[in-house]
């Protein structure tokens, strides 16, 4: 952010992208009650190093087989989402690496979507293209998601982070989950759309120059698209 009036939505930002992206997988790790803070830390990310290390080995292995057997859409579906949990994974523990997970998720993505228009898949390439910076595709792929399926939870809140982040959005953002919040099937999901509106109304409020122009979504004009 270049503008000083936009430092409290950066802030905001940095919180709803953290809690709010949806994808193939999370990894997560907890302290135990009974371990000093310092040691659980310490165990924690040795853990997390770990599991990365061994999830690159079968990452590798899973390449040499979808070499051998490129149409084979389950095995690129399950690559892609090794690479976007490596992606996840090495935010912590290899940053260096994360942009290249995220790219290699696209790329086993786009070979599922040659032959299975999954909007589920779209919405995980969209948000793994989001993650590597190529904000043209991760666009027009939410928009396509959720022209498929209007009513896709995963696509409308990461569209809706996609809307506050990258196009500085925030109405356009809350559109989208509003949406979201609507057709939450359980109360986990409501109440993270509904935290998700809160904190962008609130930083609207704060600091209104910071929210940009309205963009709804122009792809869910039609209502009867499926």
């Known amino acids: 952010m270049k503008k000083k009036t936009q430092r409290v939505y950066a802030t905001i930002l940095t919180v709803i992208i953290s809690i709010a992206m949806i994808g193939s997988g999370f990894l997560g790790y907890f302290l135990s009650g009974n371990v000093p803070p310092s040691a659980s830390k310490n165990s924690n990310t040795a ?108 696509g409308l809140v990461n569209y809706g982070v996609f809307l506050a982040n990258v196009k500085q959005d925030l109405p356009g953002a809350i559109i989208q989950w509003e949406k979201a919040e609507n057709i939450a099937s359980n109360n986990t999901d409501k109440d993270n759309a509904k935290s998700l509106i809160s904190q962008a109304q609130s930083a609207l409020k704060t600091n209104p120059s910071a929210g940009g122009t309205s963009n709804p979504n122009p792809a869910l004009k039609n209502p009867t698209a499926q």
């Open 47 to 154: 853990n997390a190093t770990a599991d990365y290390q061994a999830q690159k080995v079968r990452i590798e292995a899973m390449v040499q087989q979808a070499k051998a057997d490129p149409g084979n859409v389950p095995l690129q579906t399950a690559l892609g989402n090794e690479y976007y949990d490596a992606g996840v994974a090495s935010t912590t523990v290899a940053p260096s690496e994360t942009e290249a997970n995220f790219k290699h998720a696209v790329e086993a993505y786009q070979n599922v979507l040659k032959t299975n228009k999954d909007p589920n898949v779209m919405v995980d390439m969209a948000t793994a293209a989001f993650k590597s910076g190529n904000n043209d595709l991760a666009e027009n792929s939410y928009k396509e998601a959720l022209v498929l399926k209007p009513d896709l939870y995963n």
